[in-house]
């Protein structure tokens, strides 16, 4: 009896996404599969759209950009889409969000905040 394979989506699905801004094409045509389990790094030249797929992986478009096509979808909810409902800084679905870290208002106090690096390299209380 053959064994069953369990299908499970990918984590994250990026198809035929295309960014514009009025300078020009930021995306066109990204596509990108990221299975579960699955780790990524984006490398890219400055100005390249790395920060701009980023942020459409959590469901954002910077003001000022415009979604032309495409769809995106986390842990299989779509969180950008190529449809009326697809504007600018719109998050779609509750599985992903952007929370402001550090200090501030209702974020509390840094746990752990920066500190310098002596020219010796050695920081003072570390092991």
């Known amino acids: 009896m053959p064994s069953e394979v369990a299908v499970t989506e990918p ?4 198809d035929d996404l295309r960014i ?4 020009g094409t930021i ?7 990221v299975e579960q389990g699955e780790r990524v790094g984006l490398v890219g030249e400055s100005g390249s759209g790395k920060s701009t797929l980023s942020l459409a992986l959590l469901g954002s478009i910077a003001p000022g950009l415009e979604l032309a ?6 842990l299989d909810v779509p969180v950008v889409a190529d449809s009326p409902v697809g504007l600018p800084g719109a998050l779609r679905g509750a599985a992903a969000s952007r929370r402001p870290a550090g200090p501030g208002p209702g974020r509390g106090a840094d746990p752990d905040p920066p500190h310098r690096i002596p020219d010796d390299g050695v920081v003072a209380g570390s092991a």
Request: charged share 10%; no cysteine.
């Open 69 to 74: 096509a495409g769809n995106v979808t986390v």
């Open 20 to 23: 514009h801004s009025v300078a």
């Open 11 to 14: 984590a994250v699905r990026v």
């Open 27 to 33: 995306l066109d045509g990204t596509a990108l599969t």
